[in-house]
């Protein structure tokens, strides 16, 4: 059983910064794809980033692309989403994912999920 445990969410103004992590039960990036999905009130969660198992290539939802940063430290088994340029439509439950796919945009194509990190981005 894979379990993901998300930290690193908080207030914060527009335009400011903050840097998610993910922390991994094992060494499971081999093995699955990470990726960092989000949901905000009213609205289904949405996928944000996803870096592939193996190869680590990256994948960005337009919307964050050039603002957002997807990485892993295979040592410390731990993913982590640098956040720049934060806007209020940023703000959302964070949720760390894992899935058995090569790779994959889709939440619903990830099998294990993270209980959610809180990022408000607010003035």
């Known amino acids: 059983q894979v379990q993901l445990v998300e930290s690193g969410g908080g207030l914060v103004q527009p335009g400011g910064s903050l840097r998610l992590s993910c922390a991994a039960s094992?060494?499971?990036?081999?093995?699955?794809?990470m990726g960092w999905h989000r949901q905000a009130p009213g609205k289904e969660r949405e996928f944000v980033a996803a870096?592939?198992?193996?190869?680590?290539?990256?994948y960005y939802a337009d919307s964050v692309k050039g603002r957002f940063t997807i990485s892993r430290d295979n040592a410390k088994n731990t993913v982590y989403l640098q956040m720049n340029s934060l806007k209020p439509e940023d703000t959302a439950v964070y949720y760390c994912?894992?899935?058995?796919?090569?790779?994959?945009?889709?939440?619903?194509?990830?099998?294990?999920w993270g209980q959610g990190t809180q990022v408000t981005v607010s003035s």
């Open positions: 994912a894992a899935s058995r796919a090569a790779g994959t945009t889709s939440p619903k194509r990830y099998d294990y």
């Open positions: 094992g060494s499971i990036f081999s093995i699955y794809s």
């Open positions: 870096i592939t198992r193996g190869t680590g290539s990256t």
